[in-house]
């Protein structure tokens, strides 16, 4: 492994992050400095035996001394505390306008679909300068995908989404891991993160096997699975209408609100029964077991495209 792959910063957030742990270990060290010092120095200078005056402290090195350093160390902590959990829960939360890759994590690989409908495998372009969120799943057992030169890294959980977001600033070509033992080939599931200048990216996509956008796929397969039969406006069977659900609230027929997430929406191909739309028969037939991840993946960048206005992101 190649180390300079843990100090190559490529995203403010990395810089960030490397700030905190020098400021960190800054801190330590002068401290362990200062005990160790301390330690030394009075062992040297009150040996048994020594001439070292031994009677009671001076006043001011009393009880003020003691509660001042007490204090002063407690507030250093809380001070790097605050700046590491800040730092963490800004990381937490993607923006709403951040360009959405998703990728789908099973033994042993990593495939990743971007917005153009470009699918790849064990390799992640992703442009300098905009926000980008990955939506990302697995299809067998827990993962987790590790991007050292952004400094984040979050399980990939099957039957779930999970998010992962940021906003590089230097082009370049760095590791892609999991860092989560998924099974003997672990240690070779591990790819390249590629980031490159936003006309790069674009030229990079237009130059790939072309297919059509992702929701476009969707569409195609919300036909061939017969979806439209009942979710079209003009059917006669009595199904919600999809137009404007994604991120909307979703009043449910034993009362709760929910918001019509990437999760919810799988969750209702999957196992309709379970979080009825209020005003509906539970008639919706199950596709659990007969869509794979990347298929779901297009399904709900279809929903979503219903939502977002055409010239927004899908
Ligand atoms: Cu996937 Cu380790």
Redesign the pocket.
Known sequence: MNISAFTTEASPHAAHIDRIFYGLSTASVLIAILVFGLVFGFSFRFYRGSKAKRGPLPHFLQNEFEIGWTVATLFLFLFFFWWAATAQLYALTPPKNALQIHVV?K??M?KVEQPSGVREINELHAPTGEPVVLVMT?ED????LFLPALRIKQD?LPDRYTYLWFTADKPGVYMLE??????T???R?TGRLVIMKPPDYARWNSAQPQSSGLAQQGEALFRSLGCSGCHAQASSIHAPDLNGVFNSQVHLSDGRTVIADEAYIRDSILDPRRDVVAGFQPIMPSFKGQLSESQLVRLIAYVKSLTLKPEARQ
Not at 141 to 144: F, G, P, T
Not at 178 to 183: H, I, K, M, R, Y
Request: aromatic fraction near 16%; include cysteine; hydrophobic fraction near 45%.
């Open positions: 994590a033994q042993w990593w697995s057992v827990i993962h987790s990939v999991c860092a989560e033992f998924c099974g080939g672990h240690s599931m």
